[in-house]
């Protein structure tokens, strides 16, 4: 079942993005059109009644700083996560970052429940870092509050579906005052004081399409309410005057903030041995991922020297079986490949293999500001040396 799912959600996704034809094909993007102009009117009345005020947002009185996207997936999101939890907390902040740990594994019912229906004194959200070490594998956290958990220290990791209550959890029991909400733009019954919204340049707006025909999860004229928009993975010294043109049209008052995703070394899955990039150039490789942009990967390592011999996609999100890794392994063996190449968020979910002739390595990538930085440190000042805020709501 889980293999035909998986095959399913490939084939859906090529479909969306154009790359499959034929009837079954055609019939499928005429019910997923239908369906996109249902989820239009949702989301439009949704950000209307919070508008209205007919739906109530929630304050928690401290700074609450949102980092979305209006597409799904593949604008490089948890570099810059990264990035600001960083700069804050070397601005004095005690940071925490909330995510609702997508496609993690649930926990037990009764623990759901009582989350759910019980009293503030009872709510504990997943604490996948505490600011000292980790506590939750990949399974149990996501693979990017994983991820990040690992890369940052002092800051503080949470994941539960309901932010509100693991926001105040955050600031009450864990003394935070400065709240990132991972994937947080549509995340709308938290007062967020600034909206970061990530646009990628290599698909800005997906297929011009909304979910589920398209990969947009609003309208490009609701990128309105961003306070900074970072135009992620561009290349120095490539013109982006089209697309910020566009991005003006529909908002006129946001910092724009060109960016680049930028790759820093190579280190091995198993043992942490670093090599530097240099180690690609002429070397002929395995790529495997499972992420939303496969060949935004893939091209970065050709851009490195590398000479992809093979290559194996899978679902994003897709937790790798031993059979599957093992299967890749031999495969690039028998093409004589130097090397297996992931990315970090994949590594995650890589099962644990003894004997593994080749290495496998996972590329990492962290941003890099190309234009903006004045614009860049005001936001960071904006966020460390903030104005006083209302009390927070008392709704348990």
Not at 2 to 9: K, T, V
Not at 127 to 146: Q, T, W
Not at 198 to 209: K, S, T
Not at 302 to 315: D, M, P, Q, T, V
């Amino acid at each position: 079942m889980r293999r035909w799912l998986d095959e399913f959600e490939q084939f859906a996704i090529e479909v969306i993005l154009g790359k499959r034809f034929g009837k079954r094909a055609a019939v499928l993007r005429v019910f997923l059109g239908l369906l996109s102009w249902i989820y239009l009117g949702v989301v439009q009345l949704r950000l209307w009644l919070y508008r209205k005020r007919l739906l109530r947002e929630r304050q928690l009185g401290c700074m609450v700083i949102s980092i979305g996207n209006l597409t799904v997936g593949g604008t490089g999101k948890t570099p810059v996560v990264e990035k600001f939890a960083r700069a804050l907390q070397d601005g004095g902040r005690r940071v925490a970052i909330l995510s609702r740990g997508y496609k993690s594994k649930k926990p037990p019912l009764f623990k759901r429940l009582a989350n759910r229906f019980g009293s503030k004194k009872s709510f504990v959200p997943r604490i996948v870092s505490d600011g000292k070490r980790l506590l939750l594998g990949s399974r149990m956290a996501g693979d990017e509050p994983y991820m990040l958990a690992g890369n940052l220290k002092n800051v503080i990791v949470l994941v539960d579906r309901d932010r509100v209550k693991s926001g105040l959890y955050a600031i009450e029991k864990l003394g935070c005052d400065t709240l990132l909400l991972d994937d947080g733009l549509q995340y709308l019954r938290l007062k967020h004081r600034m909206d970061v919204v990530l646009v990628d340049r290599q698909a800005p707006f997906g297929n011009e399409h909304l979910l589920p025909r398209g990969t947009l999860r609003e309208p490009p004229p609701n990128l309105r309410r961003a306070s900074y928009v970072f135009i992620t993975k561009c290349e120095p010294g490539v013109d982006n005057s089209e697309l910020i043109a566009r991005i003006r049209r529909y908002n006129r008052t946001a910092e724009i903030i060109e960016c680049s995703h930028s790759s820093r070394y190579l280190q091995h899955v198993y043992n942490g041995t670093r090599v530097e990039l240099s180690y690609l150039k002429g070397r002929y490789v395995g790529a495997i991922s499972a992420i939303a942009r496969p060949d935004s990967f893939e091209d970065g390592l050709r851009n490195l020297g590398a000479k992809i011999e093979l290559s194996r996609h899978f679902a994003d999100h897709h937790r790798f079986t031993e059979k599957e890794i093992a299967g890749f392994v031999r495969r690039c063996v028998n093409r004589d490949v130097d090397a297996i190449i992931t990315t970090e968020k994949d590594c995650v979910r890589f099962p644990r293999l003894k004997g593994v002739e080749l290495p496998i390595y996972f590329l990492r990538v962290e941003i890099e500001i190309l234009t903006g930085h004045e614009s860049w440190w005001q936001c960071v000042d904006r966020i460390c040396q903030p104005q006083p805020m209302m009390a927070p709501e008392r709704f348990f």
